[in-house]
């Protein structure tokens, strides 16, 4: 259970690699790298959207597939080829005129690690690097991939009053 106060939330970021995906990625014949999704993250994200959340991916990777598989889920800010992330971030942060304890940040590895620093709820799954876990307030009993996105949306939309909300999970 996170110990932070959720109901603050209002925007979710996520790395891709090793935490929306598992930290093993396939390469396809043509030399691109293919990643793995979680069904349940899926779900959790889109609703995360429907809910009114601002959720980003900021990840280093350059794949099309990634951009279209989050923007089929409804996410507006997806920045691909994120060499520094803290620049992206502090994009989004002005972008949506945000406090650093309203952002939670999910990330597995080292080009990571800055951005873990400056926002209010730094998260990593349960596999991800000793440097990343270090730095974080909550680590996921979940691996990359394999469901720790649903794992903190869920607790914020909980804390927040917003799962399981007819209105907003079924169109009700």
């Keep these: 259970m996170i110990d932070y106060d959720l109901t603050r939330i209002k925007a979710l970021f996520f790395d891709v690699d090793g935490v929306l995906s598992a930290e093993t990625i396939l390469l396809h014949p043509n030399g691109e790298p293919m990643?793995?999704?979680?069904?349940?993250?899926?779900?959790?994200?889109?609703?995360?959207?429907?809910c009114g959340l601002h959720v980003a991916i900021i990840t280093g990777g350059k794949t099309e597939a990634?951009?279209?598989?989050?923007?089929?889920?409804?996410?507006?800010?997806?920045?691909?080829?994120a060499a520094v992330k803290t620049k992206e971030y502090h994009e989004l942060m002005q972008?949506?005129?945000?406090?650093?304890?309203e952002v939670l940040y999910m990330g597995d590895d080292i080009p990571d690690y800055e951005v873990l620093r400056l926002v209010g709820l730094p998260c990593c799954p349960a596999d991800a690097a000793p440097e990343i876990k270090a730095v974080c307030k909550y680590i996921s009993h979940r691996n990359g991939g394999h469901g720790c996105g649903r794992d903190v949306i869920e607790?914020?939309?909980?804390?927040?009053?917003?799962?399981?909300?007819?209105e907003q999970a079924f169109g009700w």
């Design 66 to 81: 990634v951009r279209e598989r989050y923007k089929g889920l409804g996410v507006q800010d997806i920045c691909l080829g």
């Design 35 to 50: 990643r793995t999704v979680n069904i349940k993250d899926g779900y959790a994200l889109q609703l995360a959207v429907k």
């Design 155 to 166: 607790q914020v939309l909980k804390a927040q009053g917003k799962w399981m909300s007819h």
């Design 95 to 101: 972008k949506y005129d945000l406090k650093p304890e």
